[in-house]
């Protein structure tokens, strides 16, 4: 059998397209499918969330709040604190929930609405409170997220990825921790429409308590001390959004006829906490 | 955060070095494909020589152990997410058996051709949980007849 | 081009042989077979899903090594050899390997 040596020109066995060309389009590829799975299930996750019952949501949040809410050594602001807050809730907020408020000492201005009814009040926030009525508003206006369970929509997202990236890469990755660490700060931030809405209700059970508003911006208004918000810093008027709230109660204040009144002062127990202003 | 610095310059790492071996490898093995051209290796078990003109014949056999870079490990785990042809091992297993071959060919020495080729080829490496490390071993064997003129 | 597991082609001669041609796949599955194949898992079966993956990887293997066979010139391949291996999780491989000839 004769022998003739030949050679293919090309190689037949491999592909000839460039590899960061493929890992674009791959890479791409699940990137674009990450991001609709994400947002199909937060629409999702937004039409669910007004059928959840209290009990189911006492048992989720167990999960994610224990790490965040101890036993705290400020009795006193706390259960004055709790005080004010079922007073408005008694005649004016009325909410199927059990509010439980826990005083955390922290140089933080700002409080918090946690799932399963536990809200968090920063001793920060406690010394730039100038009267009564203040403080009412602040409260108030996180019983309006409560009243509207905004704190399930970002509760509900992040269960949902959990779950989808524990599927996909197995329990215990890193994503997951990062959800984790990452849900303190994004999920629990709400949507500026979540945020005016809390304010109106904060407005009107102010109105329904003490016969009118006055203060209740006051602390909008109030320019931080050192000049840093910090990460929370929305609560400042330095912050842009602020000034849209503040013009948007006050417009609504004018719009029903709010009478101007007299503030009251803090509760004794909250006033040795407060700095002069 | 860090995480994804590190992966991303492993990722680079890989992709440089890789291309890089990966070209020389095939230099190397197109210029001793050429050089050792006349020399047939078929996987037929006769090519009509006569008995008593074959001097002598002898076992011959080559093997290869190449293994992936980085950046083809992570393109094969997107890959498996969305089927399809694995692109970027397919020269891994095209360099393993021609190196094979060719390490064949070298022992063979002189002989005029190599009948009864086979070639083998299997996985290697640590097959721990979810992670295989891609190594692949091609071995190709046959036996090498030379022929007096 | 006429392809044969033997030595020869039946009826026909050879009349010069260019050595070894090859072809070669790595196909993956995709996710979508992926869990179907774990949910066949609990009830047992043909995998048919995969049973497609092999047979196309065998196809695109034996397509290649024609038309490596065909560069070089020639119309059949002999004793044609198959081998399979897993290389990468979830990837089949195949290769096929002969002898390239012209015949007559």
Redo the contacts between chains.
Sequence with gaps: MKFTPRQPGINVNVTPTHPLKELAILAGGLLTIVVGVYLALGLAVDLMVPRLSMELEKKLAGAFIGRLVETDPVADTTRSLQALVDRLQDRCAPLPYTITVHVKESDAVNAAALPGGHMVVFTGLLAEMASENELAFVLAHELGHYAHRDHLRGLGRALVLMTASTVLLGADNSINSMIGQGMVLTELSFSRKQETQADEFALETLFCHYGHVTDATSFFSKIPKDGDPGRFGHYFASHPENRRRIGHLEDLARERGYPPGKPLPLPADLVSKSKPS | MI?LIVFLSLLALG?GAG?WAEKRHYRSIAER??AM??M?????????IPEHKIRSAQLVYGSAVISVDY??R???S?????????????????RA?REA?LRMKEMAGDAT?IVN???????IGKQSR???I?C?EAMAYGTALTVEK | MIITNIESVPGKTVLEHFGLVSGSTIRAKHIGRDIMASLKNLVGGELKGYTQLLQESRQQAMERMIEEARLMGANAIVNVRFSTSSVAQGAAELYAYGTAVRVE
């Design positions: 995480d992709y291309t494909e050429g051209i006349d047939p290796a078929v996987t037929l078990k006769s090519v009509d950046f083809k992570i393109l094969a997107l890959r498996n997410i969305f089927g399809g042809n694995v692109k970027s091992y397919e020269s891994l297993l095209d058996r071959l051709v080729v086979r070639i083998e080829t299997a996985a979810r992670k295989n891609a692949l």
